[in-house]
């Protein structure tokens, strides 16, 4: 029976007549939470939890693994309201809580999830891992694959093109390197950063081994063969995103499938699925977008300081040198990233270019290579004008300048200093500015969050914060910022209103539904993939859509089951359709596995 306006209304109105007393019943209280780093503490840290309630808190208790109680305390004081069904965040202060072993906190009626004083294991190695996953491993036809002019789009923020593909080259080699995210596109843009990232990592870290080097080379390889010496091309993209208006043809977003089906699908419409489309940067020889140009540099050139054989680093020195060399550095204009812009909107390029310098200078150093102190002159400049013109974020994708601040720190410390455009006092404000922001994020926030969880890239921008934090230290010996690292830590872990661990299989309650092809096709546990996290609550207005044929249902019901925790903007829905808030991608994972490497024991 389907009911008017007129019916309903009348239904509404004899139900308030017969039952006037509903009206004045109250609905019940939303239950409480307690958040908590799922993953744990370390034992002489700063320890934080908190409790999302209604009403007024009192005393909490930790227990251990067998029941027992270990620690009993008041609830800190209240940070401020989440949303109206949680008017009441209270801090739980656990810091005097440093024997290792398992424990769960009560409080306000809830408890929380499992944690650790000293985790037997973190996450590091499962993030590595994730990497393996990301290998392209099946799309052979890349081996020689055709260059296409770029795309006309139909408008600025889509990846509908108009009209054909037009063929200007090839064949190249571009099989290998890391699928991006859920989908199967290749970015040279995002595949710099990340691999500049994990050999950041094996240098600055604490996690060793010959798995993270060899997931390093693998990025490596596939760099140089997108940057072609001999013609002065990089080529920057695998693949186009979606058809076109006309219907002659789909792309990678249009499908969802395994990768292994590419090469033998013969659909009509699926020929660039099958042969998959190169882009360039520019045309050989011309001028590279000067993000794209540091990006690339700094990734050969930290690996030529890890290089054991100097002529192997003198090589990739070289090969930094060169791609650095093409950098379009006047005239600028729209920064190159990828295809459509859109995908990935990069607007400074300073820091990339600062980066590239200062690690080539650091390559230079080691090898006594004589331009060692021009390319320190380079970095110099390049961060004078990040400190003057482009500051206001933090390290992330789109802004390297706090590895770049604090690696040029050590490279003029290594030269003995003379006059630069930028002294060792300048880049430490410089770091010291990005911590700022995130720590008055955080000091508004009820559970101290120093990113912006209702913006694009909540998650990376946390680990990335908390790189930060390390990197400072390590420059300046000031322990300052510490505690706000750990925090921002601790939000990705589960210390969040969602109560969810945005790194999957780390904690009792971490991701469950990414927007994954592989790991949603196959069933496989998706351990070590990291997510966006919360995003503006804005992007779900209009629903998730409707899933692909191919595509299984998760969660299994449909329900957002953290439709509750939605507030301050910022919502996380943990479903196989919420590209805006589940899908993993290689520059979150870098940023995580960077920033746990410099704390892990």
């Not at 770029?150 to 108009?162: E, L, M, S, V």
């Not at 540099?297 to 030529?304: D, G, I, N, Q, T």
């Amino acid at each position: 029976m389907k009911l008017t306006r007129s019916v309903v209304a009348l239904t509404l109105a004899t139900s308030v007549v017969a039952t006037p007393a509903l009206a004045d019943v109250a609905p019940p209280p939303a239950p409480a939470h307690v958040r908590v780093d799922q993953v744990g503490y370390w034992p002489n840290e700063a320890k934080h939890a908190y409790l999302m309630t209604n009403g007024r808190a009192g005393r909490f208790t930790v227990v251990d693994h067998h029941g027992r109680t270990v620690l009993t305390g008041q609830a800190g004081a209240d940070r401020g309201a989440w949303n109206g069904a949680y008017p009441n965040v209270y801090d739980l202060d656990l810091s005097k809580l440093k024997t290792p072993g398992r424990y769960r906190i009560k409080a306000g009626g809830a408890t929380s999830s499992e944690f650790q004083i000293a985790p037997s294991r973190t996450p590091v190695q499962d993030v590595l891992r994730f990497f393996g996953v990301q290998r392209d491993t099946t799309h052979r036809n890349d081996r020689a694959a055709s260059v296409y002019d770029w795309p006309t789009f139909t408008g600025p923020d889509t990846d509908q093109t108009k009209g054909e593909l037009k063929k200007i080259g090839g064949p190249v080699d571009v099989a290998g390197g890391w699928f991006d995210a859920g989908d199967y596109l290749k970015f040279t843009h995002i595949l710099a950063y990340v691999d500049t990232l994990l050999w950041a990592a094996q240098r600055d870290g604490k996690v060793h081994g010959p798995a993270l080097r060899d997931e390093a080379t693998h990025g490596l390889k596939y760099l140089d063969k997108m940057w072609d010496e001999k013609s002065k091309t990089l080529y920057i993209q695998v693949g186009v995103g979606a058809g076109n208006e006309e219907g002659t043809f789909v792309g990678d977003h249009d499908v969802w499938r395994l990768p292994e089906a590419d090469d033998g699908d013969t659909a009509e419409g699926h020929q660039f699925i099958r042969n998959r489309p190169v882009f360039r940067a520019a045309a050989p020889g011309q001028p590279i977008s000067p993000n794209l140009a540091g990006r690339t540099a700094a990734a050969f050139a930290l690996a030529s300081q890890l290089e054991p054989d100097r002529r192997r680093a003198a090589h990739l020195l070289e090969q930094a040198s060169s791609v650095y060399a093409m950098a379009k550095t006047e005239n600028v204009g729209q920064l190159v990233t990828s295809l459509p812009h859109a995908f990935y909107p990069e607007s400074v390029w300073r820091d990339d270019m600062q980066l590239g310098a200062a690690e080539m200078t650091l390559a230079a150093q080691r090898l006594r290579d004589p331009r060692a102190n021009r390319w320190l002159a380079d970095a110099a400049r390049w961060a004078r004008g990040y400190l003057d013109e482009d500051q206001g974020d933090t390290l992330n994708l789109y802004d390297v300048s706090a590895l770049a601040h604090a690696d040029l720190v050590k490279a003029i410390r290594a030269a003995h200093s003379f006059d630069l455009a930028v002294t060792e006092a300048d880049l430490i404000a410089g770091l010291k500015a990005q911590l700022d922001i995130g720590a008055d994020r955080a000091a508004a926030d009820p559970f101290r969050a120093g990113a912006e969880h209702d913006q694009f890239d909540a998650v990376p921008h946390a680990f990335g914060l908390a790189a930060t934090a390390d990197l400072y230290r390590k420059v300046t010996g000031d322990r300052a910022y510490s505690a706000f690292a750990t925090q921002q830590r601790n939000w990705t872990f589960g210390a969040n209103p969602w109560g969810v661990s945005f790194v999957a299989g780390a904690g009792a309650n971490s991701i469950a539904c990414p927007h994954h092809q592989i790991f949603n096709i196959t069933g496989k546990p998706a351990t070590g993939a990291v997510v966006n996290g919360p995003n503006s609550a804005d992007l779900f207005e209009d629903g998730l859509g409707e899933p692909f044929e191919e595509m299984p249902p998760c969660p299994a019901d449909g329900k957002d089951k953290y439709a509750q925790f939605t507030g301050h903007g910022s919502r996380f829905v943990d479903d196989v359709r919420s590209w805006q808030a589940s899908e993993p991608a290689d520059d979150f994972a870098a940023i995580a596995l960077y920033s746990l490497s410099l704390t892990s024991p």
